[in-house]
């Protein structure tokens, strides 16, 4: 079974850009679903984008708020999955997970890409934050 190894987080001013990579271990990620996910503490963990497997074309799904301002991308030389982060608030400041779940059916990403009950695999996160 693949492992997920979150790396990129740092400390960053409002207004600036990061990206977050999600590396799998021990297989590539072709074949998974992989979402990325943000909790602070005393909140629920919250589903910020979604990528599909390769086959559905690489399509995504985004958290409303994020829309705009955040991209999910594979790099299949790599092998892995990132998230790139632009124009950054306080309000993203979280610690950053991926998760990933094989999905044959090659589904179309949606909402329930978004619901960590979607996901069997999880990293242990990194952390962003945005301003002081």
């Known amino acids: 079974q693949v492992q997920l190894v979150e790396s990129g987080g740092r400390a960053v001013q409002p207004g600036e850009s990061l990206t977050l990579a999600c590396d799998g271990v021990?297989?590539?990620?072709?074949?998974?679903?992989v979402g990325w996910f943000r909790q602070v503490p005393g909140k629920d963990r919250e589903g910020v984008s979604a990528?599909?497997?390769?086959?559905?074309?690489?399509?995504?799904v985004y958290l409303e708020s994020v829309k705009g301002r955040f991209t999910v991308a594979r790099h299949y030389i790599q092998k892995a999955v990132y998230l790139y982060m632009k124009n950054l608030t306080p309000e993203d400041t979280a610690v950053y997970f991926c998760?990933?779940?094989?999905?044959?059916?090659?589904?179309?990403?949606?909402?329930?890409?978004?619901?960590?009950?979607?996901?069997?695999?999880w990293g242990e996160g990194t952390r962003v934050t945005v301003g002081a």
């Open positions: 990528i599909g497997t390769r086959p559905t074309g690489d399509s995504a």
């Open positions: 021990g297989r590539t990620l072709d074949s998974y679903a």
């Open positions: 998760a990933a779940t094989e999905d044959p059916s090659q589904t179309i990403p949606g909402d329930k890409h978004l619901s960590p009950l979607f996901y069997d695999i």
